[in-house]
């Protein structure tokens, strides 16, 4: 009777390792199929843009999973984890910070857009307006903070260190002729805090989502200037997966001149296509 018991047992233990072994082979089988890929993204405009590659490369046989992602740090672990194939929400700088910061080795595939810095404002209708001692928020991060003193710095507000470029920082002004007092801020909350400062520099996506045209912008980063060339958003895989063929097919399209119709006919501006 007891060895009947036991080989109960051993079959059932059998059974339920062979099921587990299946599902494994069968999500290893899922997760080989190049036709089928997974990006997480930001909502606006980057989810956007590709519900409308998603349509196209359907015609062709590659299922595009978009997985919309409000916060800018579950798309890199998310690629890093396997969860994600991509990711479309960043410029090089803050991959290149991310990479750093978690010994990782994710890749561009490919740059798709540029999103313009504006200087937006519910308090002024114009920077002649600003008064000693002004407050305007900027984003509190790195790259997104040496990007805002840029275009301030593009329109005379203040002057920074030679070769702050990129990094630049609060501790790198040099000149504030008129005693700003710089509020740093998580971007995604600058809309919000138009209403308690002078002025705000917002990144495009958050001014998009927060309502704000680009037309009504008290001043626009240049489209040929240093930010132009450096903060283009990028489609992102890990290098190990960067040869991707579908992934390849996806940062072919992104760059297409159906996408560069479709961002210049809905964005007005705030979305620019690189190609």
């Known amino acids: 009777m007891k060895n009947k018991i036991i080989n109960k047992i051993i079959a059932g233990a059998l059974i339920v390792s062979t099921a587990f072994a299946v599902f494994a082979c069968s999500s290893k089988e899922e997760k080989k199929d190049d036709k089928v890929i997974t990006v997480g993204a930001s909502i ?99 790259t997104n903070e040496a990007r805002a003193l840029l275009l301030l710095q593009q329109e005379g507000i203040i002057k920074l260190a030679d070769g702050a470029g990129i990094l630049a920082s609060v501790n790198d002004i040099t000149e504030n002729p008129l005693n700003i007092e710089f509020v740093e801020i998580d971007p ?5 805090a138009l209403p308690d400062v002078s002025a705000a520099v917002i990144n495009g996506n958050y001014a998009i989502e927060g309502g704000l045209s680009v037309k009504d912008a008290l001043a626009v980063e240049a489209n040929d200037g240093l930010a132009a060339q450096t903060y283009a958003n990028i489609l992102v895989a890990d290098a190990k997966n960067k040869d991707n063929e579908s992934l390849k097919r996806l940062a072919e399209v992104l760059q297409s001149d159906e996408i560069k119709t479709f961002i210049e006919g809905k964005y007005d501006g705030a979305v620019v296509p690189i190609n």
């Not at 750093?100 to 114009?126: C, D, M, Q, R």
């Not at 995604?188 to 919000?192: D, K």
């Open 44 to 142: 606006t405009p980057h989810s956007e843009i590709l519900y409308q590659a998603k349509d196209i490369l359907a015609k062709e046989g590659i299922t595009l999973n978009v997985v919309e992602i409000e916060d800018v740090v579950t798309p890199n672990t998310g690629v890093l984890e396997g969860t994600l194939d991509a990711n479309f929400f960043q410029h090089q700088p803050y991959l290149d910070d991310f990479n750093k910061e978690n010994n990782s080795n994710l890749v561009s595939i490919g740059a798709v857009h540029y999103e313009p810095f504006g200087i937006y404002s519910t308090n002024i209708s114009s920077l002649d307006e600003l008064t000693d001692g002004a407050k305007i928020a900027v984003p509190n991060n790195v």
């Open 188 to 192: 995604s909350q600058l809309v919000n």
